[in-house]
């Protein structure tokens, strides 16, 4: 069970939204780069970076700050998501460091391109779905698609993607509790790896993602809750290690 911390780019610094409102947004740090390091220090082996401004604009923004990221925790894996639309921006970021690229809107959108990088760029892509109501929402979840999320899954399954971060929008920022039910139905569609994403608020909620672990959920990426003190993530990884003893 990763336990991936996640780190959102808006502006330079490192923020957290809720629910993917970029007008609702909350300043946890001024040098992303400190954050990256303080998260590694108490375990972290994979980070999860995602360029705000980028999935807004459709292209990199935060790209210079991702660098010094995977520059300054060498050896973890970074995921980065966030306004990647062509394969040049994938080749950019692999080439600065990052382990996997995380396909969203273009995804979606351009269906072909997933297939594509997969070919071109093998081991290294993952497919963000992030979804309100089993919908896929697009554009820095300013969109919802008519597509389901289990579909999606399965076509890039078939593609070659890695593994699937699944998003429950609704859940986002809000410290309610991660959506395991719908986690699990998700995993159960595919035989790649998903991670949960959106809603992780405390210890109990890593408990039970680990009590799914084996219907193929692989990670979890946490947000605020590591912000705001409700989880502490050198405690969350003894747990882990705990619980697969």
Not at 47 to 61: F, M, Q, S
Not at 148 to 154: E, F, P, R, S, T
Not at 170 to 193: F, K, Q
Not at 196 to 208: K, P, Q, Y
Request: glycine content about 12%.
């Amino acid at each position: 069970m990763l336990l991936i911390p996640a780190i959102d780019l808006k502006g330079g610094k490192c923020v957290r939204l809720r629910q993917g409102h970029m007008d609702d947004v909350t300043v946890f740090g001024d040098d992303p780069v400190a954050v990256a390091r303080r998260w590694v220090e108490q375990g972290a082996t994979r980070l999860h970076v995602v360029d705000l401004d980028g999935a807004v604009a459709g292209r990199p923004v935060n790209a210079k700050i991702i660098k010094a990221i995977t520059e300054a925790v060498g050896g973890v894996d970074v995921q980065v998501g966030g306004g990647i639309r062509d394969e040049d921006t994938i080749e950019a970021y692999l080439d600065a460091g990052v382990r996997y690229v995380i396909l969203g809107t273009q995804a979606v959108n351009v269906p072909h391109f997933v297939a594509d990088a997969c070919t071109e760029y093998p081991g290294h892509i993952i497919v963000g779905l992030d979804a309100r109501d089993g919908k896929v929402a697009i554009d820095g979840w300013s969109k919802l698609s008519q597509h389901g999320v289990i579909d999606m899954a399965q076509h890039f399954e078939r593609d070659g993607v890695e593994a699937i971060i699944y998003t429950d929008i609704g859940r986002d920022g809000m410290l309610g509790g991660v959506n395991v039910a719908g986690v699990v139905e998700l995993a159960r569609a595919v035989n790649i790896p998903v991670i949960a994403s959106g809603g992780v608020a405390s210890l109990a909620d890593i408990e039970a993602l680990c009590a799914v672990a084996s219907e193929g959920v692989a990670g979890a990426v946490i947000g605020r809750a590591l912000y705001e003190g409700t989880l502490d993530l050198a405690e969350a990884l003894r747990r882990v290690a705990e619980l697969r003893a």
